[in-house]
Nanobody, 128 residues
Framework: QVQLVESGGELVRPGGSLRLSCAVSGNTDEYIAIGWFRQATGKEREGVSCIMVGDKETFYADSVKGRFLISADREKKTVFLQMDDLQPEDTAIYYC?????????????????????WGQGTQVTVSS
């Protein structure tokens, strides 16, 4: 079992930046990939990014490439999502999650069903 807790979401103006954190606890050694997703009101959950914690290979949705940066601190068991040039369309609840299967690499960001344990989410609102 693994537990994930997101933090860092808040209200920010367009063009602003935020850094989200995902603290992971429990049987963390068995999970080598962690992803970030978001869900806006009335929309389906959307994959944002995923990182392979060991070799730091990263994956991004096209909508956030060049603006968002995912990173991981293995010692602190925390994954970060640096978000720059935020726009109103980035408004959503942001979640972190691990793959359903232990030792799995990053599943496709288009397949949230292949991610298992989820955090409770953190709200990001981009508005002037």
């Amino acid at each position: 079992q693994v537990q994930l807790v997101e933090s860092g979401g808040e209200l920010v103006r367009p063009g602003g930046s935020l850094r989200l954190s995902c603290a992971v606890s429990g049987n963390t050694d068995e999970y080598i990939a962690i992803g970030w997703f978001r869900q806006a009101t009335g929309k389906e959950r959307e994959g944002v990014s995923c990182i392979m914690v060991g070799d730091k290979e990263t994956f991004y949705a096209d909508s956030v490439k060049g603006r968002f940066l995912i990173s991981a601190d293995r010692e602190k068991k925390t994954v970060f999502l640096q978000m720059d040039d935020l726009q109103p369309e980035d408004t959503a609840i942001y979640y972190c999650a691990v793959p359903v299967w232990e030792w799995a690499i990053c599943p496709s960001l288009r397949r949230p069903d292949q991610y298992g344990s989820w955090g409770q989410g953190t709200q990001v609102t981009v508005s002037s």
